[in-house]
Nanobody, 115 residues
């Protein structure tokens, strides 16, 4: 089992930056992949970025070259650095761990981009 706790959300102006954190309850290098999803009001969950157990990263087109996923193995924490934020990035952001057998979701953190 994996518990995930996200933090770092908030209100930011367009063009601003935020860094989200996802603290895991176990060794993240043993987890197949940790993903960041987001859900805007009235929309489905949308994959944003992923990092594999080997450190490979992938990004969806809407966030490429603006968002960076990274990790600190010593802290069992995954980060999502979000730059050049746009109003359409407004959503609840979720950290999701895929162990290969099970998928675990965090509680989410709200990101609001507005002037």
């Amino acid at each position: 089992q994996v518990q995930l706790v996200e933090s770092g959300g908030g209100l930011v102006q367009p063009g601003g930056s935020l860094r989200l954190s996802c603290a895991a309850s176990r060794d993240i290098s043993s987890i197949n992949a940790i993903n960041w999803y987001r859900q805007a009001p009235g929309e489905q969950h949308e994959l944003v970025a992923s990092i594999s157990s080997g450190g490979r990263t992938d990004y969806e087109d809407p966030v490429k070259n603006r968002f960076t996923i990274s990790r600190d193995l010593a802290k069992n924490t995954v980060y999502l650095q979000m730059n050049s934020l746009k109003p359409e990035d407004t959503a609840v952001y979720f950290c999701v761990a895929n162990t290969g057998l099970y998928i675990y979701w965090g509680q989410g953190t709200q990101v609001t981009v507005s002037s």
